[in-house]
């Protein structure tokens, strides 16, 4: 499955039912919402349906019961971050596993239960994707007159999130946590100043407990998307909520260098990339190694064997320094 820091966060805030159906009821169209029991959504685990699209994508899908029917509305619902003029088709794709999967079940069935599709976009552009499979097919009037309704097609709704004013984000009958993912996704990634961005947020910041569970969620998807100083963010949450605030913040921050170290481990080792430990070097040393520090490194590297690399790894910045330029290290 995919592990980009949009989908982690998004799909770790509307794994809540109730979240989503607060934000399903904001986007979808009134008439439609007045038709759904919303207090009675269920799941649908993705794997069930195909354990291959499981491990690729990132959807989410809900079955809500209509009030009057028996039959009930399935709901893919998925966020994106950048357009896709291929939605239409995954999403078909999906509904025709939904059905397959649907008549198994029930064996005896007659009509095929409704399904729509939902995309919350945070492209920075806006979505310009069609937003109906039939869009992308290549076709003249002539043709489209011949073919009429015989073709296969699958429209879906977009929630556009950079066209939405915050203001009716925040008006929306969502929690702080929803309200706070759909600001961070729309804005971190842009905004000119992080920590002011963060500020305009506190009311929410302020009503989005346990802080324990939730600040480390935005600080990983913060410190993932720009390039901020942990003791800058620390203070940041520290004069809008208090030390505790701060102190969750530097342990998350904390964390997340570990686990970059770890990983930059086991690139390195999987590599051997000199590259890789150029970067390594930048971080720990807080600066960029210079012309000679990289031809004495370039030199050396082609000489290491894997437990010097890893001996490297552990180097404090000092003595990493000292043996960059030192003329006798190997």
């Given at each position: 499955?995919?592990?980009?820091?949009?989908?982690v966060l998004?799909?770790?805030?509307f794994a809540d039912?109730?979240?989503?159906?607060?934000?399903l009821?904001?986007?979808l169209?009134?008439?439609?919402v007045?038709?759904?029991?919303w207090?009675?959504?269920?799941?649908v685990?993705?794997e069930?349906?195909?354990k291959d699209?499981?491990?690729?994508?990132?959807?989410?899908?809900?079955?809500?019961?209509?009030?009057?029917r028996?039959r009930?509305?399935?709901?893919?619902?998925e966020?994106?971050?950048?357009?896709?003029?291929?939605?239409?088709?995954?999403?078909?794709?999906?509904?025709?596993?939904?059905?397959?999967k649907?008549?198994?079940d029930?064996?005896?069935?007659?009509?095929?239960?409704?399904v729509?599709?939902v995309?919350?976009?945070?492209?920075?552009?806006?979505?310009?994707?069609p937003?109906?499979l039939?869009?992308?097919?290549?076709?003249?009037?002539?043709?489209?007159?011949q073919l009429?309704?015989?073709r296969p097609?699958?429209?879906?709704?977009?929630e556009?999130l950079?066209?939405?004013?915050?203001?009716?984000?925040?008006?929306?009958?969502?929690?702080?946590i929803?309200k706070?993912?759909?600001l961070?996704?729309?804005?971190?990634?842009?905004?000119?100043?992080?920590g002011e961005?963060?500020r305009?947020?506190?009311?929410?910041?302020?009503?989005a407990?346990p802080?324990e569970e939730v600040?480390?969620?935005?600080?990983?998807?913060?410190?993932s998307?720009?390039k901020?100083?942990d003791?800058?963010?620390?203070?940041?949450f520290a004069?809008m909520?208090?030390?505790?605030?701060?102190?969750i913040v530097?342990t998350?921050?904390?964390?997340l260098?570990?686990?970059?170290?770890?990983?930059?481990?086991r690139?390195?080792?999987?590599?051997?990339?000199?590259?890789?430990?150029v970067?390594?070097?930048?971080?720990?040393?807080?600066?960029?190694?210079?012309?000679?520090?990289?031809?004495?490194l370039t030199t050396?590297?082609?000489?290491?064997?894997?437990?010097?690399?890893?001996?490297?790894f552990?180097?404090s910045?000092?003595?990493?320094?000292a043996?960059?330029?030192?003329p006798?290290?190997?």
């Amino acid at each position: 499955m995919a592990n980009n820091p949009h989908d982690v966060l998004f799909r770790w805030a509307f794994a809540d039912l109730q979240r989503t159906a607060g934000l399903l009821r904001a986007v979808l169209p009134p008439g439609l919402v007045a038709m759904v029991q919303w207090d009675a959504g269920e799941i649908v685990p993705i794997e069930l349906l195909d354990k291959d699209l499981f491990e690729k994508r990132t959807d989410l899908i809900r079955r809500y019961p209509l009030y009057g029917r028996r039959r009930r509305l399935y709901i893919i619902f998925e966020h994106q971050s950048s357009c896709d003029r291929l939605m239409g088709l995954r999403f078909l794709d999906y509904a025709r596993l939904l059905w397959i999967k649907w008549c198994a079940d029930n064996p005896r069935w007659r009509f095929l239960p409704p399904v729509t599709a939902v995309v919350v976009s945070h492209d920075p552009g806006g979505w310009t994707a069609p937003t109906n499979l039939l869009d992308l097919h290549e076709t003249d009037s002539h043709l489209d007159s011949q073919l009429g309704a015989n073709r296969p097609d699958m429209g879906f709704i977009v929630e556009d999130l950079q066209r939405r004013e915050d203001a009716v984000i925040t008006g929306w009958e969502l929690d702080a946590i929803g309200k706070l993912t759909l600001l961070h996704l729309k804005h971190i990634r842009r905004c000119p100043d992080v920590g002011e961005q963060l500020r305009v947020w506190k009311p929410w910041f302020e009503q989005a407990e346990p802080w324990e569970e939730v600040l480390p969620r935005f600080v990983c998807y913060i410190m993932s998307n720009r390039k901020v100083k942990d003791e800058e963010l620390r203070q940041v949450f520290a004069e809008m909520l208090g030390r505790r605030a701060g102190d969750i913040v530097m342990t998350e921050a904390e964390r997340l260098m570990a686990e970059g170290e770890k990983r930059g481990r086991r690139e390195g080792r999987q590599e051997g990339s000199l590259a890789l430990f150029v970067r390594f070097c930048r971080r720990r040393l807080g600066r960029d190694i210079t012309n000679a520090e990289r031809a004495v490194l370039t030199t050396r590297w082609v000489r290491i064997d894997q437990d010097q690399v890893d001996a490297l790894f552990d180097l404090s910045s000092e003595q990493l320094e000292a043996w960059l330029t030192d003329p006798q290290a190997k």
